[in-house]
């Protein structure tokens, strides 16, 4: 393996301009906020199948990728396939596989996940038209884009029938990608890193609310408990008056506003800052002040101030718009959620920190309302299709922070050839191992300082860095030795 020398310059220049991509609702709802936290946000497309399980069916859509090639050791440094995930895809974010790649000298790309940002294959997102929206689809098409760009490279470099090594990374739903890439396609690469990476299916998804307040701790627990209390009766006293304290008179459906209060509660614990909620709200019980109050401010000023949610995310009526434009990602992530996957988060029959209004009936409620009669989540075709957490894949790294309560949808427990680590730290959420913590705003370059334990954070790194060195290398050598 060669470094890259100056004489590439030129080189590099034409690979990269001359190709023709939350809680709940915000399962990986973090991007990276202004153009210094990219590598690059310079948009590249190719054509991509509509319809990869269809011999007659031959139409095409223009999907987005990006390339990032200041790392790449030429001529055979690996390529980093750095997978999007729910949402547009504005370029590749800085984060630590921009450390990865410059450790192993890769080269690394990113394509738009189909239908979320630019890369619809449709003007409107019908229930009819979104009926090529499956992970299954997605899958393929990571498979015929990794194809075309290895083609690509080895034309720029006048050469054929030659294979770099490819590694795979993911968070979250993208994670998930990332393992089941590796799975259906071990042959397409040498590995992936599925952090955070939600491979089960499950349908009524109790663990989740358990770990909110597992993560919470008895006090802001009861703190959040009481919130609820309170605002249910206030609900039923004057269901205006409550809402418009939130900033949210806009959703008309209680339970949707209900869910909206859950998610902002969550994403504290999912992201890293469990302080910036819990230390108010004991503030004010220990004060004798009104939790209501305190939930409101920091709704207000962290969920929707700093983090930057909308409220009408929440809304039904926002997801049944089937217009085509940048709010588009929630209608269509809620249709993965309605037929694949569902993590309906309903609240446990006791001891619950979310409304006992949040339940089974309210989630397949809206999907029937969002997308009409005949749309429920197959829960046991995608775990039995993908393995859930009995995935048996090979070199699959899965990692998960201690306090996401997301990892009870991940693979936690290690086996042969995919072993799985927990970082383990106060506020260690989604995919600490890539971004750090606390994530809002986003930390560029996957900082870990600000972890209260960065040692745990580094740990885990290491045994990254090990595992994808080892499979990188038997990669190699067994491309060497079929030569």
């Not at 490819?166 to 393992?179: E, N, Q, T």
């Not at 009481?226 to 339970?255: H, M, P, T, Y």
């Not at 009526?317 to 309906?344: I, M, P």
């Not at 859930?388 to 894949?393: D, E, R, S, V």
């Amino acid at each position: 393996m060669r470094k890259l020398v100056s004489c590439f310059a030129p080189f590099l220049l034409l690979l990269s301009v001359s190709h023709a991509a939350a809680p709940y609702r915000l399962l990986n709802h973090l991007t990276a906020r202004n153009s210094n936290n990219y590598l690059t946000r310079q948009e590249l497309w190719f054509n991509q199948t509509l319809d990869h399980f269809s011999p007659y069916d031959h139409r095409q859509f223009a999907q987005r990728y990006y390339e990032f090639l200041d790392h790449f050791m030429l001529p055979d440094g690996p390529i980093f396939l750095k997978l999007c995930g729910e949402s547009a895809c504005n370029g590749i974010a800085n984060d630590y596989v921009s450390v990865l790649a410059k450790k192993f000298g890769a080269a690394v790309v990113s394509l738009e996940h189909r239908y979320y940002g630019k890369s619809s294959p449709f003007n409107s997102l019908t229930t009819e038209n979104l009926k090529y929206l499956s992970s299954k689809q997605a899958l393929f098409d990571l498979a015929v884009f990794r194809q075309y760009y290895q083609e690509s490279l080895n034309a720029k470099l006048n050469r054929s029938n030659v294979e770099n090594t490819w590694f795979v990374f993911g968070v979250s739903y993208s994670g998930a990608l990332s393992a089941w890439f590796r799975l259906k396609f071990p042959h397409l690469t040498c590995g992936s890193l599925a952090s955070s990476a939600v491979v089960q299916a499950v349908y009524n998804f109790t663990q989740f609310d358990q770990q909110i307040g597992v993560s919470a701790g008895p006090e802001c627990k009861a703190a959040l408990q009481e919130v609820n209390q309170l605002v249910e009766q206030r609900l039923a006293k004057n269901s205006k008056e409550v809402k418009d304290l939130f900033g949210a008179a806009e959703l008309n459906i209680d339970a949707d506003f209900l869910y909206f209060l859950a998610d902002a509660a969550a994403i504290a614990f999912q992201y890293g800052n469990p302080d910036r909620l819990c230390s108010p709200l004991l503030q004010a019980k220990n004060n004798g002040q009104d939790l209501v109050d305190a939930y409101a401010t920091y709704v207000k000023d962290y969920y929707v101030g700093t983090f930057g949610v909308s409220v009408q995310t929440y809304s039904q009526k926002h997801l049944k718009n089937t217009a085509l434009n940048g709010d588009s990602s929630d209608r269509l992530w809620w249709f993965q959620v309605c037929t694949e996957v569902a993590y309906f988060q309903v609240a446990p029959s006791n001891d619950s920190v979310r409304s006992s209004k949040v339940d089974t009936r309210y989630h397949l409620d809206l999907c029937k309302n969002v997308f009409g009669e005949g749309i429920y989540p197959d829960v046991t075709g995608t775990n039995i299709y993908y393995g859930g957490t009995n995935i048996a894949g090979s070199k699959i790294i899965f990692t998960n922070g201690s306090q996401d309560p997301w990892r009870h949808a991940s693979k936690q427990t290690s086996s042969p050839d995919m072993p799985s680590y927990t970082i383990t730290c106060h506020n260690c959420g989604h995919g600490t191992d890539l971004r750090g913590c606390p994530q809002a705003p986003l930390v560029p370059e996957g900082d870990a300082k600000n972890c209260s334990s960065p040692d745990a954070v580094h740990k885990v790194r290491q045994q990254i860095i090990e595992n994808i060195d080892l499979w990188l290398s038997e990669c190699q050598a067994k491309s060497r030795n079929s030569l």
